[in-house]
């Protein structure tokens, strides 16, 4: 357990302290909380230096800041952090509720997808995840990595075949649908560059409530 407030922004921290395979380090003014399999650290009130000393530490980890200081920090390191955008959604929003997305077997095949998702696929298991397939194979995915008692952390990840038909909005509304059966609502974060994700993002009626800092190896 963490002394963190459940609020999006600190969803992937819940998530990390929740898992077994989480770590906590203290750091000057602060601690940081990873996870080596999802190569993520974020960074809870911590100084700048001590952010950056760990971000040499961990270059093959992207990390998450929510201060002026740590992300000056940071790109003495050689990084470019980027502002994420993090939105949620009102349990007032009522979902399409749209043909065409089914949950993933366990023993579906990923030999088709690119080897980032499809590992960040694997680590999403045992909860589920939501796809919509074409001819067969299963093209757009839906799945939360992360999960704090009340939000959970939307993923949606469609194969550039099968874009522009309409099937992250399938496939994203019937895992909100889902998860919100189980209590928690949705938390949708995105760069502030990615075009396509924010506006998939308003479409379903997301809000932007909050902002951090996504500094990537």
């Given at each position: ?36 399999t999802a190569r ?109 008692k009340r939000w959970f ?65």
């Amino acid at each position: 357990m963490i002394a963190l407030p459940d609020e999006p922004r600190w969803v992937e921290a819940h998530g990390i302290a929740n898992a077994p395979r989480g770590w906590r380090r203290e750091l000057a003014g602060g601690y940081a909380l990873g996870d080596d399999t999802a190569r993520l650290v974020v960074i809870v009130d911590a100084e700048g230096a001590a952010a950056a000393e760990l971000a040499r530490e961990v270059p093959q980890h992207t990390l998450l800041v929510t201060t002026d200081e740590q992300v000056a920090a940071l790109r003495t390191t050689g990084r470019t952090p980027v502002r994420a955008i993090i939105h949620s959604l009102s349990p007032e929003v009522v979902l399409p509720d749209l043909d065409g997305a089914v949950e993933l077997a366990a023993d579906a095949s990923l030999d088709h997808v690119p080897g980032p998702l499809a590992e960040e696929l694997s680590n999403a298991r045992p909860h589920p995840i939501f796809a919509a397939y074409v001819d067969g194979l299963a093209v757009a995915f839906a799945y939360a990595p992360w999960r704090s008692k009340r939000w959970f952390d939307v993923s949606v990840d469609t194969l550039p075949s099968a874009r522009q038909l309409g099937l992250a909005t399938i496939v994203a509304s019937a895992m909100i649908r889902h998860e919100r059966a189980a209590g928690r609502e949705a938390v949708w974060g995105a760069d502030e560059g990615n075009v396509a994700s924010l506006r998939l993002a308003k479409r379903l009626g997301f809000v932007a409530v909050d902002e951090v800092w996504v500094a990537p190896p």
